[in-house]
């Protein structure tokens, strides 16, 4: 794959004339290529934060043995909740929109 190369032009327009080598991006991707790496980790940390506000906490399930005398065995299945603070959900949220706003005013 060395030999591969990859032809978009700095407004992500294919060339006229692509060479047989080359390979095309999808031009959806042109967007993040351009993107600003503040600004996409922004964009997670508001996705997690908004998850994190949504949820009250992640729940599952654990089977415990109750009872073990010989071949008689009783089980019983306690759901478990991780707690998680929508305050820690709010925080997480605001960092994002404070990267996503400072990651798209342009430098001077």
Excluded at 53 to 75: C, F, H, M, N, R
Aim: some cysteine; charged content about 20%; hydrophobic content about 40%.
């Amino acid at each position: 794959m060395d030999s591969d190369r990859i032809e978009v032009s700095e407004n992500c327009t294919r060339s006229e004339q692509p060479q047989e080598d080359s390979i095309h991006v999808w031009p959806g991707a042109c967007s993040l290529m351009g993107m600003k790496p503040m600004t996409l980790l922004g964009i997670v940390l508001i996705i997690i934060g908004v998850f994190l506000l949504v949820s009250q906490g992640i729940t599952y399930t654990k089977t415990e043995k109750v009872l073990d005398i010989g071949p008689v065995e009783a089980t019983t299945h306690r759901q478990k909740t991780i707690p998680i603070s929508p305050v820690a959900g709010g925080v997480i949220l605001a960092a994002g929109v404070v990267l996503v706003i400072s990651g798209a005013k342009p430098r001077s």
